[in-house]
């Protein structure tokens, strides 16, 4: 059972301060609690909901087998971020986001394809007769593949979900999920508009003790899925078994004997009839043209 979210955790990690008054984005209004020394302060309480409401989203996700795909490009977010999606088995981008990542993925695709050719290339011994030249280019072009795709080198199709943290500076990623209508979850912080994320974590988004706090709970979340996923996958073979061992084979019948040959009984019949079936049996034989012309006479 995933761990429950509480104010209190929240407050501690600094999950509540958010911008500048000044920088404030209006729309954010119904989330923030007050304003201290200049600083728009959140409500946890509602927070705290919206933690759970995406994570309810999220574990369905997982359940369902399909992936969710982080996005955190930020100095003090990609370390924090690359750990908890590696520890939910999930694809991610913290190093700069390819444009067209997800609106063009066929492109993408096909970079990712070309890291696995160069690896390929090295286990089968063509890597070697290449010049040194050119295995110093092709090394260069695998370690940039590696670093900017390495993390959705297993994503073989587009990502169910993203999860975002910092709408504003990560406004690509968002722009394409929106128009390929990929549900996002994001953390927003009081600068950034929550118009356009369909699952708004109202929290903060720069203290890298924040943004752990609530990856904590969502990569629990994922955690819990992915296991509900194997647990049911697991009950399904047991049932499979469990009904192969109820169906048993039909019984095999005695072998039967060969039935005994039944001779046809002729009916019994007189003389006369006798004859007449030989008459019968016999051939029609034509009548010559004289025979014919004698009987006229």
């Given at each position: 059972m995933a761990k429950k979210v509480e104010v209190k955790d929240l407050l501690e990690a600094g999950v509540h301060f958010g911008h500048l008054t000044r920088k404030w984005n209006p729309n954010m209004a119904?989330?923030?609690?007050?304003?201290?020394?200049?600083?728009?302060?959140?409500?946890?309480?509602?927070?705290?909901?919206k933690i759970q409401e995406a994570n309810e989203a999220l574990k369905k996700i997982a359940a369902s087998g399909r992936k969710i795909l982080f996005v955190a490009t930020k100095k003090q977010a990609k370390d924090i971020v690359a750990e908890k999606a590696k520890n939910a088995n999930m694809p991610y981008i913290t190093e700069r986001w390819p444009g067209g990542m997800l609106t063009n993925?066929?492109?993408i695709r096909k970079a990712v394809k070309k890291m696995a050719s160069i690896d390929r290339m090295k286990q089968d011994g063509t890597f070697n007769t290449l010049s040194k030249k050119e295995r110093l280019a092709v090394d260069r072009l695998r370690a940039k593949l590696e670093k900017n795709l390495g993390s959705i080198s297993d994503m073989s199709r587009l990502p169910a979900a993203l999860f975002v943290v910092d709408t504003t500076r990560?406004?690509?990623?968002?722009?394409?999920?929106?128009?390929?209508?990929?549900?996002?979850?994001?953390?927003?912080?009081?600068?950034?508009?929550?118009?356009v994320i369909d699952y708004v974590i109202p929290s903060n988004d720069d203290a890298s003790k924040s943004i752990e706090s609530i990856m904590n709970f969502v990569s629990e979340a994922i955690i819990e899925g992915l296991s509900e996923r194997k647990a049911g996958s697991d009950d399904d073979n047991d049932d499979e078994e469990g009904m192969a061992k109820k169906v048993k084979a039909p019984k095999k019948d005695k072998e039967a004997k060969p039935a005994k040959k039944v001779k046809a009984e002729v009916p019994s019949t007189d003389e006369e009839d006798v004859e007449d079936m030989k008459e019968a049996k016999q051939p029609v034989r034509q009548k010559s043209k004289k025979q014919i012309l004698n009987e006229e006479e």
């Open positions: 119904p989330y923030i609690y007050m304003e201290r020394n200049g600083i728009h302060i959140i409500n946890l309480y509602k927070t705290a909901a993925f066929v492109t990560e406004h690509i990623a968002v722009a394409e999920a929106m128009k390929l209508n990929i549900p996002i979850f994001a953390m927003v912080d009081t600068n950034s508009d929550p118009r």
